[in-house]
């Protein structure tokens, strides 16, 4: 799971630590894709994993519809003949540092997966029906029209979710949900409860490289576990607030 690629000189769509915590450096990730390539590992997009289980690859995803979708990951994926899905959020399209219509347009015919990131990138474990229908459904059908091509797979902002989320899901046509939870995916992983690994700035190659085997999970997954507990005591919000409290994104 990864998100913008950071360019040299170039501003990112937000300043905040929190966000660059997730913000991975161009060269990092032409790094990471040519150990893969190097490995005689494949990268393929999300429906064809499910569609096929291909062996020895690695799905990459990306959130949010940065234009550095484009402008970076794509040409360094093409030139390693690797697929990918890239999750827009459609009410992001247009906006500084995220592409345009037209861009989505190019991403997808130059043959990558376009899923969606919902409309406004909010919580979906705290919406009601009215806002999951206009996050899922809406941001869906706007996506459709945006990239002229159907969208078939979801991803959940922020990892939040619950089963009213799924089912507003499913119900859209989706064939997938990709959530933030650390798990190793096989042909019997329920499609709409895909575990992703997030990429993060600090990861080193042997960590990615151990990360694409499956191998090590289970600490990855207990530091999420200690991130993802606050956020229930608290609450989507107030956890936030203190986050970027801790992390000096936001003045007391």
Request: charged fraction near 25%; hydrophobic fraction near 35%; proline fraction near 3%.
């Amino acid at each position: 799971m990864y998100h913008e690629l950071e360019i040299e000189g170039r501003s990112l769509c937000q300043s905040n630590r929190g966000y660059e915590h997730y913000v991975l450096k161009e060269t990092d990730f032409r790094s990471q894709t040519r150990l893969l390539q190097e490995s005689r590992w494949r990268g393929v997009c999300v429906g064809e994993a499910l569609s096929s289980y291909p062996a020895n690859s690695v799905v990459f995803t990306f959130d949010d519809g940065c234009e550095t979708d484009l402008i970076v990951a794509a040409p360094i994926l093409r030139e390693n003949d690797f697929g990918a899905t890239f999750y827009v959020t459609a009410g992001f399209v247009g906006q500084i540092g995220y592409m345009t219509p037209s861009q989505v347009r190019e991403l997808s015919a130059m043959g990558f997966e376009i899923g969606c990131h919902s409309m406004s990138h909010a919580y979906l474990n705290d919406l009601d029906a009215s806002g999951l229908k206009r996050e899922i459904v809406e941001a869906k059908d706007r996506l459709e029209q945006t990239a002229g091509t159907v969208v078939e797979h979801f991803s959940c902002p922020g990892g939040r979710c619950n089963r009213r989320a799924v089912e507003v899901v499913r119900a859209a046509g989706f064939r997938s949900l990709a959530t933030s939870r650390v798990e190793a995916n096989t042909p019997a992983t329920d499609a709409f409860a895909l575990g992703r690994i997030a990429v993060r700035r600090t990861m080193s190659l042997p960590a990615f490289q151990q990360s694409c085997r499956g191998h090590g999970l289970w600490k990855t997954r207990f530091l999420d576990s200690l991130r993802v507990a606050p956020k229930y005591l608290l609450g989507n919000q107030r956890y936030d607030r203190v986050r970027a409290l801790l992390l000096g994104d936001e003045q007391p």
